[in-house]
């Protein structure tokens, strides 16, 4: 069975302005929080068509980073582009080639999954004629089509997610953000996501922005990363390249305490952190 029948391919279609060359960059970007600077004069380039993952412990600028790259938030000072569009002068281009999936459940429980997508399509103002082949297409891919008709409170995490990132590429956006998108998921259902993702990016040729303070998680699924801490990238690159900037036989946890210090601001130190929210997850 073919499943190009919708014509959804090829989502970078939309026309960039001249001199495009990444799907994301960013120039000396900032946002402080009146004193605070949350985002300390971040420079990024994401080539299109990658994976890459903005690394770092809680409270390290992450989502506010996000917040700036899908218009959400101005910066405070500093340059940012998607897909060739400013942020700030040309947010309506910047919002039309974009998804978003936050950190937060946003996916409505009351709702069944295609009157959720179909939701959507609406708010993305999507032709009528287009709707119904996309919300199939886009079921079918995230495995959620023999239970689109159920209510979405009686989902698991995992399927949850995976309609909210149904939702996030209804549009075929050009680049996609997503924050910590795996965080409160079993190992499987975990699994199932990253490897949605990364069919993402080899149909679509999405450019996948993913926060995470999962280290396994940006080794599995990332091309590059850029390690975050207190609002400045403290290193960015292959997680091959970072770990052997580190030493031989290491793993991206290590190049993590390498590099922050291993000290989170709450306490304790990341593997600690990390082992606590594991069992948290596990109990939830
Ligand atoms: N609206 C806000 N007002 C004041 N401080 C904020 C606001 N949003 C975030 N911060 C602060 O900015 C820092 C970075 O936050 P955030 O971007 O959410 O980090 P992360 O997503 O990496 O956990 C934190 O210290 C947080 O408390
Ligand atoms: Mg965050």
């Known amino acids: 069975m073919s499943t190009d029948d919708a014509g959804m391919s090829n989502p970078c279609g939309k026309k960039a302005p001249a001199g495009y060359s990444s799907a994301i960059e960013t120039h000396e970007l900032t946002r402080k929080f009146g004193e605070f600077t949350a985002v300390d004069s971040i420079s990024l380039?994401?080539?299109?068509?990658?994976?890459?993952?903005?690394?770092?412990?809680?409270g390290a600028g992450k989502t506010t980073t996000i917040k700036m790259l899908t218009t959400l938030l101005e910066p405070s000072s500093g340059t940012a582009k998607i897909a060739g569009f400013d942020v700030r002068s040309s947010s309506k281009e910047v919002r039309k080639r974009i998804g978003y999936v936050p950190q937060m459940l946003s996916a409505d429980g009351g709702l069944t999954a295609y009157e959720n997508l179909m939701l959507s399509a609406k708010l993305y103002g999507m032709k009528r004629s287009d709707?119904?082949?996309?919300?199939?297409?886009a079921l079918n891919f995230m495995n959620?089509?023999?239970?689109?008709?159920?209510?979405?409170k009686t989902y698991s995490g995992g399927m949850i997610r995976r309609l909210e990132l149904a939702q996030a590429m209804l549009h075929m956006p050009a680049v996609l953000f997503l924050d910590e998108p795996t965080i409160g998921l079993d190992p499987v259902a975990r699994r199932v996501v990253w490897e949605r993702l990364m069919a993402m990016k080899e149909e679509y040729g999405m450019t996948i922005l993913i926060t995470t303070h999962d280290m396994e998680e940006a080794d599995r699924l990332c091309d590059e990363i850029a390690l975050m801490h207190r609002g400045k990238i403290t290193i960015s690159g292959t997680?091959?390249?970072?770990?052997?900037?580190?030493?031989?036989?290491?793993?991206?946890?290590?190049?993590?305490?390498h590099y922050s210090g291993g000290i989170i601001e709450e306490g304790g130190n990341y593997r600690d952190v990390r082992k606590t929210r594991r069992t948290a997850n596990r109990l939830a």
């Open 45 to 58: 380039h994401v080539t299109a068509g990658r994976i890459f993952g903005l690394i770092g412990p809680n």
């Open 144 to 152: 959620l089509r023999e239970s689109s008709n159920k209510l979405v």
């Open 239 to 257: 997680p091959a390249d970072l770990k052997t900037s580190v030493g031989t036989d290491v793993n991206l946890d290590d190049v993590f305490v």
């Open 131 to 137: 709707r119904k082949a996309r919300l199939e297409e």
